[in-house]
C-alpha cells in the first residue's frame, strides 16, 4: 500500500516567515494529495488540496507543489501569523485509499 | 450544530471491556469513516462505508468492528478493549466519488487502562 512520510515533524518559525512542509509518497498511481491542518482539540479541516494533473495551486498564503516524477508534494505558507499555529498532515490518495503522514506541529512565534 | 458528531468525546474504561463510539453526520455523505490518531503516526484508517450494505476494512481493523445503522450513522466497537487501542479516534464522512474532501468530527479520546 501507500506509504506517506511528512517532514519535519515540528517547526518553529517567527511570525511574517514562511514555512514548507515537504511529503513523499511511495505509490505512483496516486492521484489526490490533501493538506489538512488540526487545531487544539478538533478535528483536522482540508486547508487546500492538489490532483496529479496540476503541479502548483495557490490560495492567498498557502500554496502546494507536486513533482509526479520525484513523488514529493509541498506545502509553503507565507506571511506566517499566531493563527496558523496547529498541526498539518499531508495525505496522498489513490482510489478510496487515503494515506496520511505523521504530521508536522508548526509554531509561530508573535 | 456540529455537521460530524462523535459521542463520547471521552471516555475511560478497562481492559476487556466492550466499547462503542457513536458518530452521526447531517451532511448527507454516503461516505463514512473512521480513523486512529496516535501521536507520530498521524491518522490510520480502521473502517470505512460506502452505503448501509457496504463495509470494508481499512489499514488497521483488527480488533474493531463497525455497524452502519443508517445512512447518517457509523459506529465503531471495540469488543475487548486493550491498552494499545488508548487513541484519538475520528469518524468523517465524504462526498461521492473517490477523492474530495473529508469532514471530520471532533475526535473521541478513549483511554483504556
New interface residues.
Partial sequence: ?EN?E?HP?TLSVQEGDSAVIKCTYSDSAS??F?W?KQEL??????II?I?SNVGEKKDQRIAVTLNKTAKHFSLHITETQPEDSAVY?CAA?R??D??????TRLTVKP | DADVTQTPRNRITKTGKRIMLECSQTKGHDRMYWYRQDPGLGLRLIYYSFDVKDINKGEISDGYSVSRQAQAKFSLSLESAIPNQTALYFCATRGTGATGELFFGEGSRLTVL
Fill in positions: 500500500g506517506v511528512q515533524s492521484n489526490y490533501p489538512y482539540g478538533k478535528g483536522p479541516q482540508l488540496d490532483r498532515f490518495s482510489d478510496n487515503m494515506r496520511f503522514g505523521a504530521g
